[in-house]
């Protein structure tokens, strides 16, 4: 098999094709502090792209309850569980580097199922029912159901916790989709990565569904082919009459509740890694502050989707799921300095991607100490600015304070 270079595991590792990379990269940072299950972005991308027979049970964008729920149920348990067997105790990191075996390596020793070029598996019908199955189910004490530790609710750590999980698919630079499908069916586009099934190719084989580790593409039964996010490409291209002519971010990143959500275009090197782009929001938050990181790096395909990892968690956990940048990650949320509580004000101020920002400094509000480390709040500016470099909106680290008048007392 091709060696490709994974910059998340910080090595080599084997993928069935030769590298390829795209000019730019569709990639999104999630911020899990700020998730509220509201399931709007949910609903979004249902009414916009699988409200048809066949797709009652498509999910492309959900939002689970971790740790117990998933959709499907149990897939990042299940896929955990496959590599420990391919790979007993060694799925491990050192000093940054990933030392265990992804999926790609672990598939072709998995002699059990018969060699393949992923390892996975394909989840039940049982399994694809319930979109937030266990929503809003907390971790309790240790062999005691349905009890929380009384006195759990204290950062660092809480003893009693969940959050929810919003997931889309990463529109991965390895995709494992891509990778199983013996069709060719699946591609990723050179202009933005985005990675797509070719419907008139596709012979609902569902390796793709068998293979994508985050279990993001799945198979129609009325039209017996796979489907996926499609990243909502007409915005992204700009090519939505909604747009005007200017990339627009997705359904589910524009209609978020709770503000979590940013999505953008990266710029790519021939090689694979990110150009430097200093004043990108997204370039900035995952290469400069190191605030948001991958969902299980582990599985190899270099998910382009990117989250903040919520503060309150059990360690341990989070580093399963995010990899070993978990405790700097969380400090420099916990207690972020002047460029990042800016550039945090971006996030759902306006529709149009980001290609750019800019702070104007504003005056000192107040100093204070949090989580024992000193803290200075500047009510500094944060300008966004479009691809053809034109302003989008302007925004300020202090919310605007409104006073309703009088005259609408009552009147709703
Ligand atoms: S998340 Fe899954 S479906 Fe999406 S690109 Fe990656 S492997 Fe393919
Ligand atoms: S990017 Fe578009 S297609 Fe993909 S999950 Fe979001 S709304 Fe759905
Ligand atoms: S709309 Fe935003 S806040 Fe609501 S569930 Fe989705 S990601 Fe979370």
């Given amino acids: 098999m091709p060696k490709v270079f994974n910059s998340q595991l910080g090595r080599h590792m084997e993928y069935p094709h030769e590298e390829h990379h795209p000019d730019r990269q569709f990639a999104f940072v999630f911020n899990l502090n700020r998730c509220i299950g509201c399931q709007t972005c949910t609903m979004a991308c249902k009414s916009t792209w699988t409200f048809s027979k066949g797709q009652e049970y498509m999910w492309w964008n959900n939002v689970e309850t971790k740790p117990y729920g998933g959709y499907p149920q149990h897939w990042d348990v299940k896929i955990l569980d496959l590599l420990e067997k391919a790979n007993p105790g060694g799925q491990i990191w050192k000093d940054g580097v990933f030392q265990g075996k992804t999926i ?43 009890e929380y530790v009384k006195d759990g609710v204290k950062l660092p750590e809480h003893k009693t916790w969940f959050f929810y999980l919003a997931r889309i698919c ?200 949090i989580h024992g480390k000193p803290f200075t709040l500047y009510n500094d500016t944060v300008i966004a600015y479009n691809k053809k470099g034109k302003e989008i909106f302007r925004t300020q680290v202090e919310e605007p304070f409104h006073v309703r008048p009088n005259i609408h007392q009552n009147s709703i």
């Avoid at 084989?205 to 082919?225: N, Q």
């Avoid at 490409?233 to 939505?240: A, I, L, M, Q, T």
């Fill in 104 to 146: 790609f390596e672990a598939g072709p020793n998995d002699v059990s199922n018969g060699p393949k070029r992923v390892l996975g598996y394909l989840p039940t019908d049982e399994e694809w029912r319930f979109p937030n199955i266990y929503e809003d189910n907390a971790v309790g004490p240790k062999g005691h159901e349905a």
């Fill in 170 to 369: 990463n529109h991965c630079s390895y995709p494992a989709c891509l990778a199983a499908c013996p069709r060719n069916a699946i591609y990723k586009r050179p202009e933005d990565g985005i990675v797509l099934i070719d419907q008139e190719r596709c012979r609902g084989y569902r390796k793709c569904v068998e293979a994508c580790p985050y279990k993001k593409a799945m198979y129609r039964p009325t039209t017996r082919v796979s489907e996926k996010c499609i990243a909502c490409y007409p915005r992204v291209e700009g090519s939505d009459p909604a747009s005007n002519g200017n990339p627009m971010e997705t359904r589910c990143m524009a209609s978020c509740i709770g503000q979590i959500r940013l999505q953008g275009l990266a710029k790519i090197n021939e090689d694979g890694s990110w150009a430097e782009d200093r004043q990108n929001p997204l370039y900035y938050m995952i290469k400069v502050a190191k605030v948001a990181l991958p969902l299980y790096p582990q599985f190899g395909t270099e998910p382009n989707g990117y989250y903040i990892p919520p503060r309150w968690v059990n360690r341990e956990f989070l580093k399963q799921m995010f990899g070993p940048g978990v405790e700097y990650a969380i400090d420099a949320y916990k207690v972020p300095d002047r460029e990042l509580l800016a550039v945090l004000q971006l996030f759902r101020k306006g529709e149009q991607i980001i290609f750019k920002y800019e702070i104007k400094k504003g005056p000192k509000v107040f100093e204070t100490e």
